[in-house]
């Protein structure tokens, strides 16, 4: 089994994959202040929970979009299992041509989404990824990365509207019945998920009147469930893409880097 893991500023998602089977996905919180053998331990009862026996595990590698945690994570994986996680990083090989200003500035999580997306779907692509931020992501008809937007996530944004405001009220994020609130809940509950929707689709258009061609449009991350269903436009959800990027960037290198230690 390879352990994949995507440590993002919200959660940290881990999953394991026997070939190409996907066998488990499991969240934790991320949380910068815990120890390596905090997070040791972690591991060590995720996989349990899941029935991964640790002589099973043979590499592992990590994207992280948090650098402090990375070297702990890393150094958790290699306490736990006797592996030496492989780290997506600008040395990595990944098969993408980015063209932007500083291709060593593109997020882990970023490449990872695209390399997954690539290999399952149609250029020209974007992927949309729903967590602390959203971000849309472009490959052109070549396979090209060329460009991003990122936007405050649906999160952050319904955190900042009670908490910056003297009468609205913390509430869970689901979508209200209808457009129009009849109570305060209801009228934030329509405005975050509903607006989300609306800039989504809007900015979906932008991109493929800006660029002349329709977009094969890919969906992931842990709030896309609740905002993509409610977007007119047609996306494909696929809520692994980041973990499927992750297990092809494996393959892509040399599994040297990931081997059991002796």
């Known amino acids: 089994m390879i352990l994949v893991v995507d440590i993002g500023n919200t959660h940290i998602v881990i999953g394991g994959y026997e070939r ?5 996905v499991s969240r934790i919180s991320t949380n910068a202040r815990k120890t390596v053998d905090e997070y040791a ?3 060590q009862s995720v996989l349990m929970i899941h029935g991964a026996r640790e002589e099973t595990i043979e590499g592992a590698i990590i994207s992280s979009v948090v650098p402090p945690l990375t070297g702990i994570i890393k150094r958790a994986i290699s306490m736990v299992y006797n592996v030496s996680p492989l780290v997506v990083d600008p040395g990595i090989k990944t098969g993408l041509n980015l063209r932007v200003d500083n291709p060593a500035t593109v997020g882990a999580d970023l490449i990872c989404a695209c390399v997954g997306a690539k290999a399952h779907y149609p250029c020209p692509l ?5 967590g602390t931020a959203t971000k849309l992501m472009i490959l052109d008809e070549t396979g090209t990365f060329i460009g991003v937007t990122i936007a405050p996530g649906v999160e952050i944004s319904l955190k900042a509207l009670a908490s910056d ?5 913390q509430i869970d994020l689901t979508a209200p019945p209808v457009l129009l609130g009849k109570n305060t809940a209801e009228c934030m509950r329509s405005g975050v998920v509903f607006g989300n929707a609306c800039m989504i689709d809007g900015m979906l258009t932008r991109m493929e009147e800006e660029l002349k061609t329709p ?26 893409i980041i973990l499927e990027g992750l297990r092809l960037l494996y393959e892509k290198n040399t599994k040297a880097d990931c081997r059991k230690t002796i």
Do not use: R, W, Y
């Open 20 to 24: 190409e089977h996907l066998s488990f």
């Open 215 to 240: 977009l094969t449009k890919i969906a992931t991350g842990g709030l896309s469930g609740i905002i993509i269903p409610h977007c007119k436009q047609a996306i494909h959800m696929d809520p692994n």
């Open 126 to 130: 974007v992927v949309i990824d729903m």
């Open 165 to 169: 405001t003297a009468q609205l009220p």
């Open 41 to 43: 331990s972690k591991l």
